[in-house]
T-cell receptor
Framework: GAVVSQHPSWVICKSGTSVKIECRSL??????MFWYRQFPKQSLMLMAT?????????EQGVEKDKFLINHASLTLSTLTVTSAHPEDSSFYIC?????????????FGPGTRLLVL | GNSVTQMEGPVTLSEEAFLTINCTYT??????LFWYVQYPGEGLQLLLKATKADDKGSNKGFEATYRKETTSFHLEKGSVQVSDSAVYFCALSDTGGGNKLTFGTGTQLKVEL
């Protein structure tokens, strides 16, 4: 149980295009989902917290107009990198907190590797 | 702010060797501490956790003790197996930080026959 999937697992795109990454909780409902990014040899950095049916809460320094988050259902959150540039190349990881679980409970997806040319 | 520092990898061990991966932290409040493991191609999985000083978390032969005096949460296993090869992340969740997870950089462990 408690499986989180991400799609795609990797994507290559041209500079200036937009890329959408999906995060799904497969066997549970998640009121809250989280988006992280990880640069090589660095730690996972929380980008934003996504709550179903409401606007995402972005961490300081994260551009909300560049990283659009939509959490339209209890099993799906999407991250859209708009007008991607090479510096957006990174490993993006989502996690999901089952509805009703403790605040420290999160299940992680396998990540999406984005390369912007 | 909160931070987690863990030893750089990769760590390469022979099967049945003793494992220690060091982790130290700084936090503004009273954090809970975690170790996550990521196997190739999979998402991070919670390995163990400790919520207060002197607590010991344990799972699958791994253990870590919450040491407030040294602000550490070192991961240990007495006898590693090839199947333990993975990346291990130390993390903290601080009530003063809204229960957000702060991660270390991860330590890759390779266990050879």
């Amino acid at each position: 149980g408690a499986v989180v999937s991400q799609h795609p697992s990797w994507v290559i795109c041209k500079s200036g295009t937009s890329v959408k990454i999906e995060c799904r909780s497969l066997d549970f409902q998640a009121t809250t989902m989280f988006w992280y990014r990880q640069f090589p040899k660095q730690s996972l950095m929380l980008m934003a917290t996504s709550n179903e049916g409401s606007k995402a809460t972005y961490e300081q320094g994260v551009e909300k107009d560049k990283f659009l988050i939509n959490h339209a259902s209890l099993t799906l959150s999407t991250l859209t990198v708009t007008s991607a540039h090479p510096e957006d190349s990174s490993f993006y990881i989502c996690s999901a907190r089952p509805s009703g679980s403790g605040r420290e409970t999160q299940y992680f997806g396998p990540g999406t590797r984005l390369l912007v040319l | 702010g909160n931070s987690v520092t863990q030893m750089e990898g990769p760590v390469t061990l022979s099967e049945e060797a003793f494992l220690t991966i060091n982790c130290t932290y700084t936090a503004t409040g009273y954090p809970s501490l975690f170790w996550y493991v990521q196997y190739p191609g999979e998402g991070l999985q919670l390995l163990l956790k400790a919520t207060k000083a002197d607590d010991k978390g344990s799972n699958k032969g791994f253990e870590a003790t919450y040491r407030k005096e040294t602000t550490s949460f070192h991961l240990e296993k007495g006898s590693v197996q090839v199947s333990d090869s993975a990346v291990y992340f130390c993390a903290l969740s601080d009530t003063g930080g809204g229960n957000k997870l702060t991660f270390g950089t991860g330590t890759q462990l390779k266990v050879e026959l």
